[in-house]
């Protein structure tokens, strides 16, 4: 289920909402579930939900029977067996990068400038967006990390936190991945082109893409020394 649902049960304040990761057929056919994971972070006062600025972007991450979950709060990624029980929790210690009025500044610039492409984007829509953004709840720090996946060799690659999730960042410079192997020790980082987003990872090669200020891809792919 890929909204969710909040959980309030807390009372008011910053509160997670849940989703249903599924275990499905090869037809699509609902086998089981593997549990109910937090998705993202919002503000309940109680009459109204707002999204948090920067909240913890989690991902998940399938290689063979093993599914690998990081929630973004703290450098942690788990990876969890077929019935969804914890097999292995991979760490890396690292300081959070405060969430700066510079950043939100660029965050509320890139959400505005993407509407301004739709052409159902009118200037009052825009400029309402705006407001709701600048009024909104932010996090104290930025999420640990953007992305990740494991490679063919069954390594996982976690992205050092560049902006949310997969899309393009609005901020110039490299990104830097941390690469750990399947009994989760850290082998080092990969610090990878500017604007290059990978998406995956072969013994010699890495895959990803690019994209320019019209959101327009292109595949590339590097070399990869191991």
Request: without cysteine.
């Amino acid at each position: 289920y890929p909204y969710g649902y909040p959980d309030f049960s807390d009372g008011l304040g910053i509160r997670w909402t849940w989703h249903e990761l599924l275990r499905l057929s090869p037809t699509g056919e609902r086998w089981d579930s593997l549990g109910t994971f937090r998705i993202m972070q919002s503000e309940w006062d109680g009459e109204r939900q707002r999204q948090l600025g920067f909240s913890p972007y989690p991902f998940h991450a399938v290689h063979g029977q093993s599914l690998y979950y990081g929630l973004g709060e703290a450098f942690e990624v788990e990876r969890l067996g077929p019935n969804g029980d914890v097999e292995l929790v991979i760490r890396k210690r690292q300081p959070r990068r405060p969430v700066t009025d510079e950043l939100k500044e660029q965050q509320i610039a890139w959400i505005t400038q993407r509407m301004s492409g739709s052409v159902r984007a009118t200037p009052a829509m825009i400029e309402r967006t705006r407001r709701q953004l600048e009024d909104r709840p932010w996090a104290d720090s930025l999420p640990a990390f953007s992305h990740g996946f494991v490679d063919k060799l069954g390594y996982l690659w976690v992205e050092n936190f560049r902006w949310t999730g997969i899309e393009r960042a609005p901020v110039p410079g490299p990104a830097l991945w941390s690469v750990f192997d399947s009994t989760g020790v850290w082998l080092g980082d990969v610090e990878t082109p500017p604007g290059l987003v990978i998406r995956t990872a072969t013994e010699e090669r890495v895959f990803g893409f690019v994209s320019d200020s019209l959101d327009v891809m292109e595949i590339e792919v590097y070399e990869l020394s191991r």
